[in-house]
């Protein structure tokens, strides 16, 4: 387990995820992630189904999710720090690329930092709900599969 740097850093947490996530997603221009994580820094979530791998190759659904939407702002709903850590749940709109209809999402997330650079960030985002919302899943996807009927794609 890392040492806590928490009794050195008088950076918000916060305000550092969030200037992450637009640098990855948000701008109109893309920044640079590893100016906000520490070497070797580690992803986990629904996208890698639970494995964790280099924040990099995350960042790179990043190039996918730029090709969708336009600009995209990050709100945070709530939020609990603990030491090292930082647990929040985001609010997150866009426009739709194509026809600028807004799309809305959420995403609970967890970081630990090192210093003030992240290590470790683990997300949970409604991924179903945003690509329905885009049009590349069918509307009530979801609810189709808590009724149990299968998605099947011809």
Not at 146 to 152: A, E, F, N
Request: aromatic share 10%.
């Amino acid at each position: 387990m890392a040492q806590s740097h928490s009794a050195y850093c008088t950076f918000d947490k916060e305000t550092r995820v969030r200037d992450f996530l637009n640098a990855a997603f948000g701008g109109a221009s893309p920044g640079k992630i590893e100016d906000f994580v520490v070497q070797g820094a580690t992803y986990r979530g629904a996208v890698t189904r639970g494995e964790e791998v280099p924040i990099q190759e995350w960042a790179e659904l990043s190039h996918v999710v730029r090709g969708l939407i336009g600009p995209t702002t990050f709100s945070v709903t709530h939020k609990v720090e603990d030491a090292d850590w930082i647990s929040m749940r985001i609010h997150i709109t866009a426009r739709r690329l194509g026809n600028s209809k807004q799309i809305e999402g959420y995403d609970s997330l967890m970081v630990r930092f090192e210093g003030d650079r992240i290590a470790e960030y683990i997300g949970h985002m409604d991924y179903i709900t945003f690509f329905e919302q885009l049009g590349l899943v069918p509307a009530g996807a979801l609810h189709a599969c808590l009724s149990g009927q299968r998605l099947v794609w011809e």
